[in-house]
């Protein structure tokens, strides 16, 4: 009963795992689609690329550049969790973290129940270190 929505998931990981990362240093906002889809922004610390933040957008560039990048604690969750956690020091510090150290990778998907779905697998399969939070306190 589940096995084709299961291996739907699967194949969007494989898609979105095989997709080229586009790095935040220099990126510009017109670089970015104007699609709805799911998204992860890994960084590179200590040698390593490592799963940090796995969301959805009704329009990647709007969510990725307008919000993640520039955007202020109320629309940029990642960089206000490493601001939290004491990652960074400040909201430009952590941006700046991310110009040097991030990449994106995304898949499309246009219906908005598929994206929160797909969020939530890759989340569980990628265990992303921000976006998961305690219950009672959002992520």
């Not at 990126?27 to 689609?33: A, F, G, H």
């Not at 956690?85 to 973290?97: I, L």
Request: hydrophobic share 35%; proline share 4%; with cysteine.
């Amino acid at each position: 009963m589940y096995t084709d929505r299961i291996q739907i998931l699967k194949s969007k990981l494989d898609e979105l795992l095989s997709a080229n990362p586009v790095p935040y240093l220099n990126l510009t906002e017109s670089q970015l689609p104007k699609k709805g889809g799911v998204y992860l922004i890994s960084a590179q610390v200590a040698g390593k690329n490592r799963p940090y933040y796995v969301g959805r957008a009704s329009t990647l560039a709007r969510r990725l550049y307008t919000n993640h990048l520039m955007g202020n604690a109320s629309t940029a969750r990642l960089k206000k969790y490493m601001v939290e956690s004491g990652e960074a020091a400040s909201m430009e510090a952590a941006k700046e973290f991310l110009r040097q150290n991030c990449s994106i990778q995304w898949v499309f998907e246009d219906e908005y129940r598929n994206r929160g779905a797909l969020e939530g697998f890759f989340t569980s399969v990628l265990f992303p270190k921000y976006g998961i939070a305690p219950e009672g306190k959002s992520a």
